[in-house]
């Protein structure tokens, strides 16, 4: 075995060791009827980086965000987000400390405008102040306002402020994932989570999201990526993270990753 390869192996598991963590899984545990979806999941995202979440289909990337983010209840485990105990809160209150995910499948925004759809954002209830903005103006504040004014600009850079007063319901689904995006941002999360943030989303718009992702991240946003697209979070991915049959298999720099014989073979079995 040559040095490199015993390097990998003793990071069969996920990296333990980091000083700064946003968020912390550990040994997470769901089961589904029989099956279990989350096997003793246990890593840590460290402040400042994006980190790649990727697995083969159905190796359970999506469950773990549901149970980080308070949409499903854990059966085991425990999630912290900076420092703080999150388990088994309800979604508003994660995402009260800090933490904000997107769908992998956006939600249906049923009677609102594209604008409204991205301004009701994670942390506010439909009807809440950022309508009121819409309706009665002359109430607003200054967060409001600037908030308007990002809502503006994040569509502006994706090319998409010609819908901004359409039905949220009629637009494509890449639309509709820019604009789940855009309503994430606009929330100014610690740490951001991002369910396939690409897949549907022509390769233009693409890397105009993977600009957005970087851009978001030097200002200081953590991120927790996962991407069935491998070019695009392996461009932006640092360290990934491996998960197959619901338990990480390694985390490493994405060269190592790629090229790891256990990821390849997880691959293969799977049917990505
Ligand atoms: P991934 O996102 O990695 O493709 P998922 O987390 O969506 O995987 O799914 C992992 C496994 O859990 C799959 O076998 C899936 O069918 C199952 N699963 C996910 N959510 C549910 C649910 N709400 N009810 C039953 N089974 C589920
Ligand atoms: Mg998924």
Same mark, same amino acid.
């Given at each position: #075995?040559? =040095?490199?390869?015993?390097?990998? $192996?003793?990071?069969?598991?996920?990296?333990?060791?980091?000083?700064?963590?946003?968020?912390?899984?550990?040994?997470?545990?769901?089961?589904?009827? &029989?099956?279990?979806?989350?096997?003793? *999941?246990?890593?840590?995202?460290?402040?400042? %980086? +994006?980190?790649?979440? +990727? !697995?083969?289909?159905?190796? !359970?990337?999506?469950?773990?965000?549901?149970?980080?983010?308070?949409? /499903?209840?854990? =059966?085991?485990?425990?999630?912290?987000?900076? !420092?703080? =105990?999150?388990?088994? #809160?309800?979604? /508003?209150?994660?995402?009260?400390? !800090?933490?904000?995910?997107?769908?992998?499948?956006?939600?249906?925004?049923?009677?609102? %405008?594209?604008?409204?759809?991205?301004?009701?954002?994670?942390?506010?209830?439909?009807?809440?102040?950022?309508?009121?903005?819409?309706?009665?103006?002359?109430?607003?504040?200054?967060?409001?306002?600037?908030?308007?004014?990002?809502?503006?600009? +994040?569509?502006?850079?994706?090319?998409?402020?010609?819908? *901004?007063?359409?039905?949220?319901?009629?637009?494509? &689904?890449?639309?509709?994932?820019?604009?789940?995006?855009?309503?994430?941002?606009?929330?100014?999360?610690?740490?951001?989570?991002? $369910?396939?943030?690409?897949?549907?989303?022509?390769?233009?718009?693409?890397?105009?999201?993977?600009?957005?992702?970087?851009?978001?991240?030097?200002?200081?946003?953590?991120?927790?990526?996962?991407?069935? =697209?491998? $070019?695009?979070?392996?461009?932006? *991915?640092?360290?990934?993270?491996?998960?197959?049959?619901?338990?990480?298999?390694?985390?490493?720099?994405?060269?190592?990753?790629? %090229?790891?014989?256990?990821? +390849?073979? *997880? /691959?293969?079995? &799977?049917?990505?």
């Amino acid at each position: #075995m040559s =040095d490199v390869e015993e390097a990998v $192996d003793q990071e069969f598991a996920a990296d333990r060791s980091k000083e700064n963590v946003v968020l912390r899984v550990e040994d997470l545990q769901k089961t589904f009827g &029989g099956l279990v979806a989350t096997d003793h *999941a246990t890593f840590d995202v460290e402040r400042g %980086t +994006i980190t790649g979440l +990727i !697995g083969p289909n159905g190796a !359970g990337k999506s469950t773990i965000f549901n149970l980080i983010s308070g949409f /499903y209840q854990p =059966d085991g485990g425990r999630v912290e987000v900076n !420092g703080v =105990d999150v388990t088994g #809160m309800e979604p /508003y209150e994660v995402a009260d400390h !800090g933490l904000i995910r997107t769908f992998q499948t956006p939600r249906k925004l049923e009677g609102m %405008t594209v604008r409204e759809a991205m301004l009701v954002g994670p942390r506010n209830q439909p009807g809440e102040s950022f309508v009121n903005l819409l309706t009665s103006p002359g109430s607003v504040g200054e967060a409001e306002k600037r908030n308007l004014a990002d809502a503006q600009r +994040i569509l502006e850079e994706f090319e998409i402020d010609h819908l *901004a007063t359409q039905p949220a319901t009629d637009i494509s &689904g890449g639309q509709m994932k820019l604009v789940e995006l855009a309503r994430a941002m606009l929330a100014e999360p610690e740490i951001l989570l991002l $369910d396939e943030p690409v897949a549907g989303v022509n390769p233009t718009l693409r890397n105009k999201l993977a600009d957005q992702i970087q851009r978001l991240n030097d200002e200081g946003t953590t991120c927790l990526l996962i991407e069935h =697209d491998m $070019d695009f979070v392996m461009k932006l *991915a640092d360290p990934v993270v491996v998960l197959d049959q619901g338990s990480v298999l390694m985390e490493g720099p994405p060269q190592r990753v790629q %090229t790891d014989s256990r990821v +390849i073979e *997880a /691959y293969l079995g &799977g049917d990505a």
